[in-house]
């Protein structure tokens, strides 16, 4: 009898891991992809197992910031973190940075308007409508150090900045990006 209730509880057990590695993967998530859940900022996102997040209060009391660092996981991205190195420019990056919405503007007049968002960098001045866990969002490109795709939304009373930058339009690090902000979900609101 022991013997069929160990084996209906693996089989149960193997069903769900299967389930949702298959639910993962039709999301594009990768199997060795890492999740990452804040409940005080109401986001979830999954980012790729080789990469290293870091988070962090950069803001003030009178203007709080919240920021969300992941860089690939390499000697030199770690001693960077460690404070082992002096000068040079910081590596490729992808980041998720959080405003509360302190003057309840819009999506794209905080976009347009904040040094924060970076819009006032971009080559081109366009903004797209898009989609963040089902929350409406615009995204954009800006140039500074690297080339970054960014994306901004609104939700909660924060809003919310994933940018990703790179030097070279192949980089892995813009699939990462991607990997982050399609699989970002939003807690729902009260």
């Given amino acids: 009898m022991k013997k069929i209730v160990v084996a209906v509880f693996l089989g149960a057990a193997l069903l769900a891991a299967g389930y949702l590695l298959v639910q993962n993967r039709e999301a594009g998530i990768p199997a060795e992809a890492r999740t990452y859940e804040s409940r005080a900022y109401g986001i979830s996102f999954s980012y790729p197992s080789n990469y290293l997040l870091v988070e962090r ?3 003030t009391p009178d203007a709080p910031h919240y920021g969300i660092l ?3 996981d390499t000697e030199a991205n770690r001693a960077l973190l460690l404070g082992e190195v002096e000068g040079g420019e910081g590596p490729a990056a992808i980041t998720l940075d959080i405003f509360p919405n302190q003057g309840n ?3 794209e007049t905080w976009v347009r308007g904040s040094a924060d968002a970076n819009f006032g960098l971009s080559p ?3 903004l797209l409508p898009a989609s963040i866990g089902g929350v409406e969002a615009l995204a954009y490109q800006y140039d500074g150090l690297y080339r970054t795709d960014a994306a901004a939304a609104l939700h909660g009373g924060s809003f919310y900045l ?3 930058n790179w030097s070279d339009e192949k980089s ?3 699939e990462a990006y991607l990997l982050v902000l399609n699989s970002a979900r939003f807690a729902k609101q009260p």
Avoid: K
């Fill in 57 to 59: 209060e950069l803001g």
């Fill in 70 to 72: 992941i860089i690939e």
């Fill in 105 to 107: 503007l819009s999506l």
């Fill in 124 to 126: 081109d001045g366009i």
């Fill in 162 to 164: 994933f940018s990703g």
């Fill in 172 to 174: 892995p690090l813009r």
